[in-house]
């Protein structure tokens, strides 16, 4: 999802691409279209969007809007981002699944700062409760809790469900 300068998506891409041999469809997203053009040029065998997941209409340029009109996907990955949406939760994850493929999946990964304070804690203060969170958007198949010491020195949530009608 929120590509940043591509990295990730590129992982992503190379990793399903030497498992299955064909091409896969990877599409990053991220509010800045200057990520978006810088990751467009670094890695132009994936596509990269412009788009505000917390808006009603997140794809505001024809351009966009095209190329993602009825586009779903098998596998939508959140990562280190709800920090950033935590206060637009609600629409940013409407818009999440509206991505999702029916028996599609979702993957977050998110880290929990040991500090005692960071955005969105209001809403986001702790992997157990960003695990109730996602339970209503999607099933859980499976959670993993992890401490990390390199980066935030917290705790961090790796989460994967499948997309849930029943809980909209």
Not at 132 to 137: A, C, G, K, M, N
Request: with cysteine; glycine share 6%; hydrophobic share 30%.
């Amino acid at each position: 999802m929120p590509c940043g300068l591509g990295y990730f998506s590129n992982r992503l891409y190379n990793e399903v691409n030497a498992n299955d041999g064909g091409r896969p469809l990877v599409t990053g997203i991220d509010i800045s279209q200057t990520a978006v053009e810088k990751a467009r040029k670094k890695f132009p065998e994936i596509s990269f969007i412009a788009g505000d997941l917390t808006k009603e209409n997140p794809f505001t340029s024809n351009h966009e809007q095209r190329a993602m009109r009825h586009k779903q996907f098998d596998l939508v990955v959140v990562k280190e981002v709800l920090w950033y949406v935590s206060h637009n939760l609600k629409s940013f994850m409407q818009n999440v699944l509206s991505l999702i493929k029916e028996d599609g999946f979702l993957y977050v990964a998110q880290s929990f700062p040991e500090s005692g304070t960071w955005v969105g804690k209001e809403v986001l203060d702790s992997p157990e409760r960003l695990k109730e969170i996602l339970s209503d958007y999607s099933k859980p198949i499976t959670v993993c809790y992890e401490k990390e010491y390199t980066n935030c020195r917290g705790n961090y949530l790796h989460y994967l469900g499948n997309r849930n009608y029943e809980n909209k």
